[in-house]
């Protein structure tokens, strides 16, 4: 069974901090992992993914990958209230499979 | 930008009645899925279909039924609807990786 842990929160920061989001998964052989955002009451919305162990940056997010420990977080530099919302990892096993298993979320919440 | 459409943004119906639910994407992803999203469970898998025609059962395809005859559109049949099928649906459709349509709250009376 293959599983993607993560902390449900809320995690609360202030506006300005940077917020660290983490997810762990079970299945060795993992090969491709995202990051979703998604707002109360709407669908997930694609904001980050990444193949390769180490660091991948966008704008105010940044991706890092450590498949020894099986870890993938999400930063969020300067975060704006408009941040708050429930983020979701999601992990692509080996063997090309195109199914994601996702994680039940971290809720985040970014206060003035 | 990919774009994946769903009929309905909100739907109520009846115990016992019929209900479809329609998936539009258009990037010819060969991938599509239906999933189920309730508080406290994640995001539950329903069916995929990796071509026109072809479907395989998720997590929890009791009570549901879905039908690819084109490969732009995917659907979700409730063949016949319970309470406890009232739930947000998300359509999602993939290459490498997964994008979703805006959802339909469906409540079932």
């Known amino acids: 069974q293959k599983e993607v842990e993560q902390n449900s929160g809320p995690l609360s920061v202030p506006e300005g901090a940077i917020a660290s989001l983490n997810c762990t998964y079970s299945?060795?052989?993992?090969?491709?992992f995202f990051w979703y955002r998604q707002y109360s009451g709407k669908s997930p919305e694609l904001i980050m993914f990444?193949?390769?162990?180490g660091d991948k940056e966008d704008g105010r997010f940044t991706a890092q990958l450590n498949k020894a420990s099986q870890y993938v977080s999400l930063l969020i530099r300067d975060s704006q209230p408009s941040d708050s919302a429930t983020y979701l990892c999601?992990?692509?096993?080996?063997?090309?499979?195109?199914?994601?298993?996702f994680g039940r979320g971290t809720s985040l919440i970014v206060h003035p | 930008d990919v774009k994946v459409t769903q009929s309905s943004r909100y739907l109520v119906k009846r115990t016992g009645e019929k209900v479809f639910l329609e998936c539009v994407q258009d990037m010819d992803h060969e991938n599509m899925f239906w999933y189920r999203q309730d508080p406290g469970l994640g995001l539950r898998l329903i069916y995929f279909s990796y071509d026109v025609k072809m479907k395989e059962k998720g997590d929890i395809p009791e009570g549901y039924s879905v039908s690819r005859e084109k490969k732009e559109r995917f659907s979700l049949i409730l063949e016949s609807a319970s309470t406890n099928q009232t739930s947000m649906y998300l359509c999602a459709s993939s290459g490498k990786t997964q994008y979703f349509g805006p959802g339909t709250r469906l409540l079932v009376l």
């Open positions: 999601a992990v692509t096993a080996s063997g090309g499979s195109y199914i994601p298993t």
């Open positions: 990444i193949y390769s162990n």
């Open positions: 299945d060795r052989g993992s090969q491709s």
